[in-house]
């Protein structure tokens, strides 16, 4: 497997581009929960210290209007957020309706601001790369989240304002491919009965949410591969070039939304799969490959140590860059000095400290795997 990546260096105005904020280096989701962790704010500062991130290529992620959050969010969903957040207390008549306040989705100081700044990123994105570009957008991916209320982790929706954008700017045909470890429902159900949008999951099979059985194609609209434990590298090589690849060239997309959860590698503690940093990536890499009106989202990923080295060296890979063969002391160190409660000290292998790319997971391709190309193909 090339580490380096597929693409050579872009020059001038046409290079990959990256959105973020300073919004997500604010305390989010309390104390315990999975997603209190250093994430992208980590991504960013790992490419800052390899010097692959600068201003010409940065844009700040502006905030999504409430006129722009109702084009798929309900209005009172969206007011119960703001009101909550303006309050810091949760009704249970409130909690019990829009799931918001729970251990899942818990109330934290700044929630509207940060959700509301996930989907202007991914409105942003997608503008942006109506100029055939590719927008690396690392804060989106909440891929989970309905229109009136939160589920699993997400509350707004800011994948589906991606597609919702691309539609509104022209484009007649998106594909939208989840590589998360989780089902991508949210996503799913919003585009159901839009035949302007295929969308594309490979998940963990027998997983919350429970949904994206191979059977299911949402009135035709998606595609789902649902993947046994120990998911390797070759097996999702195998998926993209047989299955992946066929539906796209048949669809053939004007513009491209992809989530790359990193919760799919090994060692994250809420996943049994068991991806390397380089296989998601070159799967990245052969979607945009013929596609270079492209959205690139994160998503779920809940070691920060495997996220930050994967959504860092995705972006060095989007942009031609070589993967060095170790990290430089100043981005060492701060790894080693990330924390999570779900991964005890003694389980973090020196390979996540000192380097960016994991060792590939070659395996063999199990009959299980094999049998799904021709399930959603036919």
């Known amino acids: ?40 704010s980590g991504v960013v500062d ?47 008549e409130i909690r019990d309706r829009y799931r918001i306040g729970t251990m899942e989705n818990p109330l934290f100081p ?26 690396f957008h690392p804060s989106g991916g909440t891929h989970h989240g309905r229109a009136d209320r939160a589920s699993g982790f997400c509350y707004f929706n800011d994948p589906v304002f991606a597609i919702l954008t691309f539609l509104e700017q022209g484009v007649d045909r998106v594909l939208y491919v989840d590589l998360d470890a989780h089902h991508g429902d949210g996503v799913q159900d919003a585009f159901e009965n839009d035949s302007r949008v295929l969308t594309v999951s490979i998940h963990e099979e027998k997983r919350w949410p429970h949904s994206g059985l191979v059977e299911d194609r949402a009135n035709g609209g998606a595609r789902n591969l649902p993947v046994p434990r120990g998911f390797n590298d ?14 796209a060239d048949d669809f053939s997309p004007q513009a491209l939304v992809v989530t790359c959860g990193a919760d799919g ?9 068991a991806l390397s940093n380089g296989g998601l990536w ?24 495997t996220v930050i080295r994967c959504w860092g060296g995705l972006w060095g890979r989007l942009n031609g860059l070589e993967i ?49 190309p021709d399930l959603v193909l036919h």
């Open 1 to 40: 497997m090339d580490l380096n990546g597929i693409f050579p260096r872009p020059d001038g105005n046409k290079r990959a581009l990256f959105v973020g904020s300073d919004v997500y280096r604010k305390a989010a989701f309390g104390e315990h929960h999975p997603l209190s962790i250093i994430r992208v």
């Open 46 to 92: 790992v490419c800052e210290m390899l010097g692959w991130l600068d201003d010409k290529q940065f844009r700040d992620s502006p905030r999504a209007t409430l006129e722009q959050l109702r084009q798929f969010h309900h209005q009172d969903y969206i007011e119960a957020i703001r009101e909550a957040d303006a309050s810091g207390k949760v009704a249970k």
């Open 110 to 135: 700044g929630l509207f601001r940060r959700a509301s700044t996930a989907v202007g990123g991914s409105i942003l994105a997608a503008e942006l790369a109506m100029d055939g570009r590719i927008v």
């Open 234 to 247: 070759s097996e999702l090589e195998f998926l993209m070039e047989n299955a992946v690849r066929p539906l």
């Open 265 to 273: 590698l090994d060692g994250d503690p809420l996943s049994k799969l």
């Open 282 to 305: 070159q799967a990245v890499e052969k979607l945009v490959e013929n596609n270079r009106r492209a959205v690139i989202l994160g998503g779920g990923g809940y070691n920060p140590w």
């Open 324 to 372: 060095p063969a170790a990290l430089p002391p100043d981005a060492q160190d701060f790894l080693r000095g990330l924390e999570c409660d779900l991964i005890d000290e003694d389980e973090v292998p020196e390979s996540w400290i000192d380097k960016l790319a994991d060792e590939p997971n070659i395996g063999p391709i199990r009959p299980e795997i094999e049998r799904l």
